[in-house]
């Protein structure tokens, strides 16, 4: 089975930094995405991890440790575009699953 | 390319009557996902096809739910007859898996908002 934890809801204020965590135990691990979606529209790639260790992508780092079975999406210097739904995926084989999704709402 | 491509956008029906849902993936995708999303339930996974072959339906709730990929440009999610249970966002995705070694990101269509009533 799998299990993707992941917060809920987090506020941040605009050009700070914010941190969403996952935690995962899955019967298998080929990866980690994370995805991007705004309100009412699909999902768009923002990063994958296999190995262990940061991959930094413009404002956008992504962090895994494959032991912990623990990943991290960092979002600097928030911009009120950022506000979006953030979901964690572990890959499996071609299959994809999703947690619930971290609802990130940027103020000014 | 214009990406992945579904239709209709929303579709409103009754209860019992038969919805059909299309896509058409990125030309050159070997893979094809359909995913369905809920408040609820978040983003869940209901089949996907490898080279047109259906690889995994696990993710099917019930017999009413049906889908086909006759060739490698479309795929159908049929539901049948429908109820007021199965109102969601129907996401369809592909993927190729010749890409970056380990990389198979998936690219998601507009998704197609159904309302049974």
């Known amino acids: 089975g799998q299990n993707i934890d992941q917060p809920t809801e987090m506020t941040a204020t605009e050009g700070a930094i914010v941190q969403i965590n996952c935690t995962y135990q899955t019967s298998g691990f080929n990866g980690l995405f994370w995805y991007q979606q705004h309100a009412g529209e699909a999902p768009t790639f923002l990063s994958y991890n296999v190995l262990d260790g940061l991959e930094e992508k413009g404002r956008f780092s992504s962090f895994l440790s494959r032991s912990k079975g623990y990943s991290y999406l960092l979002l600097k210097e928030l911009q009120m575009k950022d506000s979006a739904s953030y979901l964690c995926a572990v890959v499996n084989d071609y299959k994809l699953s999703f947690g619930a999704g971290t609802t990130v709402t940027v103020r000014a | 390319d214009a990406g992945v491509i579904q239709s209709p956008r929303h579709e409103v029906t009754e209860m019992g009557q038969e919805v059909t849902l299309r896509c058409k993936p990125i030309?050159?995708?070997?893979?094809l996902f359909w995913y369905r999303q809920t408040m609820m339930r978040g983003l869940e996974l209901l089949i996907y096809f490898n080279n047109n072959v259906p690889i995994d339906d696990s993710g099917m709730p019930e017999d009413r739910f049906s889908a086909k990929m006759p060739n490698a440009s479309f795929s159908t999610l049929k539901i049948q007859p429908s109820e007021p249970r199965d109102s969601a966002v129907y996401f369809c995705?592909?993927?190729?898996?010749?890409?970056?070694?380990?990389?198979?990101?998936?690219?998601f269509g507009p998704g197609t908002r159904l309302t049974v009533l």
């Open positions: 030309s050159g995708h070997d893979y």
């Open positions: 995705a592909s993927s190729f898996a010749g890409g970056p070694p380990l990389v198979n990101e998936q690219f």
